[in-house]
């Protein structure tokens, strides 16, 4: 992977100002450790940081290509999975390459298709091609939204980036946040509605979304969205189908001309991966695979099972190492890291982000990346096949809200009422919620039942799924480390997507499909564990350590934080020991100490960035 930005203008010759592409493009050096490289134009500046993955030594970027007397550039941030076969049929079309990487093979695509070859790629992508004849840009992003892509249009001038701090580095541009984006911050997040960008100016292209720009403006567009169609396949033709997707997936995103693992808890999700991996590593004599978990010191001692987090980890990955003779490396973190990761997590999401479900991940990556440079990790299989518990509660099902996020009126309790008068999160939350159900590709002949669990699969796909790959995307890029999710092949999505939610259930369990899709793959215990999300630390100094910070905060009259937060309540709830806040109030995972933790992070955030509010 690696990181992207540019920059247009039709009010200024970009040649004269080289310092600002290259202060932009250094600034995604964590993402690209390996090259780094600029173009530019009097119209167009593109820059680039490479994580070199395939054919190191060549597919340095930008890249260019002459046709006649016309010149194409790219920057791309992704992976092709399938670039030989697009390679192949670019040479029967006369097309000759000069390196083995898929970057030529994009841009060669794009040469050949022009703005559709978008429908031909199989991967994770966010690129940029600059047609010099045309004077026009085409920037793209990957079907499901892997790989990010940011960006700020005003008259004349187009900003994007990977990650916000490339927009944010040029001097034109200030770090500004509005109401809405405020309330994304307090009420959705840590969120996003798709497109928002949260600073003032800034947008998030969406996923499946291209953009033309030229002298006339901007045009976006979907490539690619979610269809509804009868599905025609019987229970065991549907767990056969899903099974062959999986595995085609799995072997393809085990591309790489660098060392690669999984990532393995020993769940269900993680641990299909790992099986396909390890037999694909036997047949091919690549030896044995290496698989990573993540724990965290005295956890043993303090973990308590409830609905969400129903047992511990480390008994079923000893089991599926047994089972597949990996070699594994079981990473653990104590207290005082977790709580310094949290402010290198908004420095890595230039946002406040899942408190220490995002520093734990980053430090996670780091010490993967001491002997990897690709993993593959099992996001998005409980959004896809309906894993989550939210998925099988009526309170849930019910609630007329995003059911990953049941303790709005509780957050708002906790703002300033006048601050509640002017952004209205409640309203806000709710008007989010209404617009994502309006966009649901509805099945004609569907019972009431049906209609709301394909509601409920897009608004995981839509809504919660995007959280997750920010999430996993930011920490494994801060640390430049790939990591692939194989459960994010479209092809896949495309299919379980249509499965009726009777057959999505198979065996009257969650996932049930994935999991008789995967007989003869895994163990029949494991293919039966309940689902257990991403470990979290249970230390009761974790607690307290944040809960410190944030009462050092409420000490502190020049902190930012305190115009947006009822000072006296968020007291209380430190006095109370957690409160009612018991339950999660956003995913599976984050309670009271990582509430502490979110609002220590929105300070950090408000505080380094330099925000102003607009």
Known sequence: MCGITGWMDWNRDLTQHPSILINMTDTLSLRGPDASGTWITPRCALGHRRLSVMDPANG????????????????????????????????????????????????????????????RLNGIFAFAVWNDEEQTLFLARDRLGVKPLFYSYTPGRLLFGSEPKAILAHPDFPAQITGEGLAEIFAVGPARTPGQGIYKNMSELKPGHAMVMDAGGIRISPYWRLESKPHEDDVESTAARVHDLLKD????????????????????????????????????????????????????????????????????????????????????????????????????????????????????????????????????????????????RDDALN??????????PERVALLSPEFVDWVKPAQYVQERYRQALSEVPRLTGENQ?????????????????????????RMSMAVGLEVRVPFCDHRLVEYVWNIPWEIKTAGDREKGILRKALRGVLPEDVLTRKK??????????YLAAVRSWVLDILDDPSSPLLQFIDVKKIRELAASDNGQFNLPWFGQLMTGPQLFAYLGQVDTWLRHYKVSIR
């Open 249 to 392: 997936t799995v072997i393809r995103q085990l591309a790489s001309d660098v060392p690669i693992c999984t990532l393995l808890s020993g769940g269900l999700d993680s641990s299909a991966l790992t099986s396909f991996a390890a037999a694909y590593f036997k047949e091919q004599g690549l030896g044995p695979l290496h698989t990573y978990s993540v724990d965290y010191v005295d956890n043993d001692k303090h973990f308590k099972a409830n609905a969400f987090q129903p047992n511990s980890d480390a008994p079923w990955i000893q089991r599926m190492t047994d089972y597949l003779g990996t070699v594994h490396h079981a990473k653990e973190f104590d207290t005082p890291e977790l709580v310094e990761s949290l402010k290198t997590a908004v420095f890595a999401r230039d946002t406040p982000g899942m408190a220490d479900v995002d520093g734990s991940l980053y430090l996670f990556c780091r010490e993967i990346k001491k002997e990897a440079t690709v993993a593959l990790s099992g996001e998005a299989a409980d959004e896809i096949f309906g894993g989550y518990p939210w998925f099988h």
């Open 60 to 119: 340095a970027q930008p890249m260019t290509r002459k046709y006649g007397d016309n010149t194409f550039a790219i920057v791309y941030n992704g992976e092709l999975y399938n670039a030989p076969e697009l390679k192949k049929e670019l040479e029967s079309r006369g097309h000759r390459f000069a390196t083995t990487c898929d970057t030529e093979v994009l841009l060669v695509s794009f040469v050949e298709w022009g703005r559709a070859c978008v429908d």
């Open 449 to 473: 039942r049906q209609n709301r669990m394909r509601e409920m699969s897009y608004l995981n796909i839509t809504r919660f799924m995007p959280t997750l790959l920010d999430r996993k995307d």
């Open 532 to 541: 257990s999300p991403y470990p979290k630390t249970h230390n009761p100094n």
């Open 399 to 408: 609630a007329d809200t995003f059911p990953w996020s049941l303790a709005t």
